[in-house]
């Protein structure tokens, strides 16, 4: 199965108006990339899989704090999208379908899944999910008094 391999850069990613959140935007960009290096080498000696499967371990724990700080900030500036589930929801779920994605390949070591995730699913949803949740979050924490180069909570 051929994959069309969207990769992200964090030169033209969206910025949203908080320097943390672009941080943590831009290491899950550079993450997720070395992920997919290891994914086109994989597919032509598969002496990578225990690196793969290191690195989904990673970007796992990095997407959990990640969007763990984005709800604490969400919570503290009273974030209407929160109180309603939307923006927390729609992390819950990323993590649901991500943890989904990792135990997959831990259990059969199949490429294809994985492969359609990192190159294609994700890349989509991490770039309209930044480009409308994320810059609507840092701009009403912007409107809140959060200083856009604060350190996160």
Do not use: C
Request: aromatic fraction near 12%.
């Amino acid at each position: 199965m051929t994959v069309s391999k969207t990769i992200l850069s964090p030169e033209s990613f969206p910025h949203v108006e908080l320097d943390f959140m672009n941080t943590t935007h831009f290491e899950e960009i550079e993450l997720v990339k070395k992920i997919g290096d290891y994914i086109s080498a994989y597919q032509q000696s598969e002496e990578e899989r225990d690196d793969i499967t290191l690195l989904l371990d990673l970007w796992f724990s990095h997407t959990r704090a990640h969007f763990a700080v984005e709800n604490e900030l969400m919570l503290a500036i009273n974030f209407p999208a929160y109180s309603i589930h939307l923006h927390e929801h729609e992390h819950d779920h990323a993590l649901t379908t991500m943890a989904g994605i990792v135990e997959a390949w831990k259990r059969d070591h199949d490429l294809a899944p994985l492969e359609q995730y990192v190159f294609s699913f994700w890349p989509q949803w991490f770039h309209n999910h930044v480009n409308t949740m994320d810059v609507i979050t840092a701009q009403f924490a912007r409107m809140h008094g959060v200083e856009p180069h604060a350190a996160a909570h």
